[in-house]
């Protein structure tokens, strides 16, 4: 059962490899998704995948990497909170989904969201 599943493993690999466009000197595959408890301030994580020892690691997302994505799922969805209704501020739109992350991060999550509204506000004063 082993073989197999390293077989399966490899196939798998090689898929991602061209699905990704990764290339032969590259040893990780390096995939960014949402994970929640074991991500970062939001919850986002890297799954890197090795492809010769073929084993895998979580690495936790920076908040600037996580603030890229979060920003990106802001202006796919116009700005709106669950796509619907009139468009938020950022921040609105973030207290919306801050829940995302790890329950230790709420309060940093709390500081940014704030910071952000901060910034806001003084765009618009």
């Not at 082993?2 to 196939?11: I, P, T």
């Not at 991602?16 to 466009?21: D, G, I, L, S, W």
């Not at 799922?73 to 919306?96: A, C, I, M, Q, T």
Request: charged share 35%; net charge negative.
């Amino acid at each position: 059962m082993g073989a197999l599943n390293s077989v399966s493993l490899r196939k798998r690999l090689r898929r991602m490899e061209k699905t990704f466009a990764i290339g032969d000197g590259d040893e990780w595959i390096d995939i960014v998704m949402w994970e929640g408890s074991k991500g970062g301030v939001f919850g986002y994580v890297h799954i890197r995948i090795s492809k010769f020892l073929g084993g895998h690691e979580l690495v936790a997302c920076t908040e600037a990497e996580e603030l890229e994505l979060m920003r990106e799922h802001y202006e796919e969805s116009d700005g709106k909170l669950y796509g619907r209704g009139d468009s938020v501020p950022f921040s609105v739109f973030l207290e919306n989904f801050y829940y995302l992350g790890p329950p230790e991060f709420a309060d940093r999550r709390r500081e940014i969201i704030e910071q952000l509204r901060s910034e806001e506000n003084a765009e618009r004063g």
